[in-house]
């Protein structure tokens, strides 16, 4: 007998459609969105987002699944980012982004792609950074810092069990970041993830060429939260970092 699926059990074209869709989301999942996703559907990027890792004011992020299985973190800024005119003084005046346009959309787009070049420029110098993968409109997709499948903890959640290590590694980082060319701008225990390979630093689309007008400013206030959070465990002994006055003098206001 000839295997005739009735049409009753058939899968209605709607339960096919929502598997297949995304899932919609107030302020994220917008038409450019599905695009970009789709796009990096097409390029085997992203085969299914997984579920929402972290809800920001500014992004989301998913983990996602490869068509190869792997995972990969996908970050989904918001357009109708409630910071949009913030995220403005961190990008005006870089050179990289000189044609923005001039509506929150096209600077969003701008912010996604600075913080893909940020990852490249800062992963190519062997700074502990999520390797990017790919952008598109508002969306970032990078290496899922985990473990079986789920998301490194947060420096604030787990705090350190070697903080005068930790420190010194993430210190040495920053180093590297500035030889590179670039200040993180929001450094602190809520933008590093505690991994098997040392402390990754994430979040790095603010992050500022060292011509920016404020870069010192970031950069001292970057090393002053880094110690005072490190400064909290007694065993911690590394002295206070020197504020850097201005460009040339005291160039590097390590003093350990
Ligand atoms: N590459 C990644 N791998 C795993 N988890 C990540 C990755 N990037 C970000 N996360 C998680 O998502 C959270 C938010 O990411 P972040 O880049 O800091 O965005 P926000 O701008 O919202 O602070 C992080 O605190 C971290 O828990
Ligand atoms: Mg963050």
Known sequence: MALRQSKKKRPRREDKQDKESWPLEEGVFDRNSLI???????????????????????????????????????????????????????????????????????????WTQKEYRN??????????????????????????????????????????????????LIRADVKKMREAGLVHGDLSEFNILMTDKGPYIIDCGQAVLLTHPRALEFYNRDLRTLWKYFSKYPDFDRPEPVAEESEGKNKEPENK
């Open 36 to 110: 970009a996703l789709d796009r990096f559907r097409g390029k085997g990027i992203v085969r299914t987002l997984d579920y929402c890792i972290a809800e920001g004011k500014e992004a989301n992020v998913y983990r996602a699944t490869k068509e190869d299985g792997s995972f990969v973190a996908v970050k989904m800024y918001r357009l109708r980012s409630p910071s949009f005119v913030h995220m403005g003084q961190y990008i005006e005046g870089d050179r990289r982004f000189s044609k923005i346009k001039g509506n929150s959309q096209g600077l969003i787009f701008a």
């Open 119 to 168: 990852l490249e420029l800062l992963h190519d110098a062997g700074v502990r950074v999520p390797d990017p993968i790919a952008f598109k409109a508002n969306i970032l997709a990078m290496e899922f810092l985990g473990v079986d499948g789920l998301p490194y903890s947060r420096l604030v959640e787990v705090g350190s069990e070697d903080p005068n290590r930790d420190y010194d």
